[in-house]
């Protein structure tokens, strides 16, 4: 264990480098690297038998026994893609205290045992495409701001917007954070797909996911969201899922997810 920088060595025919532990859990498909920060802080991480909070250590997985809540690691050696159609009433978590169901019991045992976990979250009362892995640095690039990727959304919603409230969504809106600050939305894509007497059914294309967005964001226009399912991420559609199903990624979807530009 290490605090600085290692150009690795060779014994060999076998290399060893070094890596900052946060990646090094990731890797191992314990949470993304951002999540995996936080296991180090609150002290749930060891390294050779000693607790490490130290956001700068660096490890070397070949040689340094590394466990999480007294769990042993070792780093994943198949990394896989997953597109999930969530079901709502599944929470985006590997466990709950609650007893809920979560969206890993939606998974067969033996990808389950891949230790693969969702980038991002959806709601528990939204459903619809949610990506899940055990890469830790794919995880990474699709949640940062800088790369975030657009996801798309069909929402049914209380009421019948006027184009001035549309226009209000389009250049974002000012919703409060859970810590009391305002938040204004960035700019998002919204277009009327059909109106009832006492419903309208829109999509939705948003460039950011701050927690419960949408439906916060109709609220502050005054037309309360009543059912939610994202349908696309990116290039992806669910179409061929099922709900409740799911199929590994292409290579091809993953490299253009990964390949997504940055914004400015």
């Known amino acids: 264990m290490s605090q600085s920088r290692s150009h690795g060595q060779q014994d060999g025919a076998v290399q060893t480098e070094e890596m900052r532990l946060s990646r090094f859990l990731a890797q191992a498909g ?25 956001q700068g250590t660096r490890v070397n997985p070949t040689r340094d026994k590394i466990s999480v809540d007294g769990k ?12 999930l159609n969530k079901l709502e009433a599944y929470v985006c978590t590997a466990s709950d205290p609650e007893g809920r169901p979560t969206v890993l019991t939606l998974l067969p045992p033996e990808v389950r045992q891949l230790r693969v976990y969702p980038i991002g979250r959806l709601d528990i009362d939204t459903s619809g495409l ?11 690039q699709l949640t940062h701001p800088r790369y975030e990727t657009h996801k798309i959304y069909e929402a049914l919603v209380q009421g019948h917007p006027s184009d001035a409230t549309l226009e209000r969504l389009r ?45 916060r964001m109709f609220n502050v226009v005054g037309h309360p ?20 199903k799911w199929r590994y990624l292409t290579e091809v979807e993953v490299q253009q997810l990964v390949q997504a530009p940055a914004h400015k």
Request: hydrophobic share 40%; glycine share 8%; no cysteine.
């Open 225 to 244: 969201v009543r059912k939610l399912m994202r349908i696309g991420v990116g290039d992806l559609t669910l179409q061929g899922v099922p709900p409740g």
């Open 130 to 140: 949610l990506l899940l892995t055990n890469d830790g640095d794919f995880a990474l």
């Open 171 to 215: 250049h974002g809106v000012a919703i409060r954070e859970d810590d009391g600050q305002l938040y204004q939305t960035s700019p998002a894509e919204v277009s009327v797909l059909s109106v009832s007497s006492t419903y309208t059914r829109l999509q939705l294309t948003l460039h950011e996911g701050r927690k419960r967005q949408i439906r």
């Open 72 to 83: 042993p690691l070792q780093a994943a050696t198949q990394k896989v893609y997953i597109m």
């Open 30 to 54: 314990v949470a993304s690297r951002r999540h995996a920060e936080e296991y180090i802080t609150a002290g749930r991480v060891q390294v050779n038998g000693q607790v490490v909070t130290a």
